[in-house]
């Protein structure tokens, strides 16, 4: 059994910054597509970033580029997500994802999801 668990949420004053971390573990398979979504009160979980399994290919919500950065380590089976000029806005609990399928723009469909990490970033 897979399980992803993410690392890093807090509080952090607006133009902070924080890095995220998800950790898997178990009998993972190979996960080309690892992503981060985001959902804050009231809204509807979005897409965050996306990484493929060599980072050669990487996606970016528009809300989030020059400002966010995701990386992997597959020795570590561990995804990040470098989060900087944090504004108010972007409070809400980050889920990373991983899925053993290609990536691809736009993709919302992940296999594995982890419980979460809240990030709140005061004005």
């Known amino acids: 059994q897979v399980q992803l668990v993410e690392s890093g949420g807090g509080l952090v004053q607006a133009g902070g910054s924080l890095r995220l971390s998800c950790a898997a573990s178990?009998?993972?398979?190979?996960?080309?597509?690892k992503g981060w979504f985001r959902q804050a009160p009231g809204k509807e979980r979005e897409f965050v970033a996306a990484?493929?399994?060599?980072?050669?290919?990487?996606y970016y919500a528009d809300s989030v580029k020059g400002r966010f950065t995701i990386s992997r380590d597959n020795a570590k089976n561990t995804v990040y997500l470098q989060m900087n000029s944090l504004k108010p806005e972007d409070t809400a609990v980050y889920y990373c994802?991983?899925?053993?399928?290609?990536?691809?723009?736009?993709?919302?469909?992940?296999?594995?999801w982890g419980q979460g990490t809240q990030v709140t970033v005061s004005s």
């Open positions: 994802a991983a899925d053993p399928g290609r990536l691809y723009p736009g993709r919302k469909e992940y296999r594995y």
């Open positions: 178990g009998r993972t398979p190979i996960m080309d597509a």
């Open positions: 990484i493929s399994w060599s980072g050669g290919s990487t």
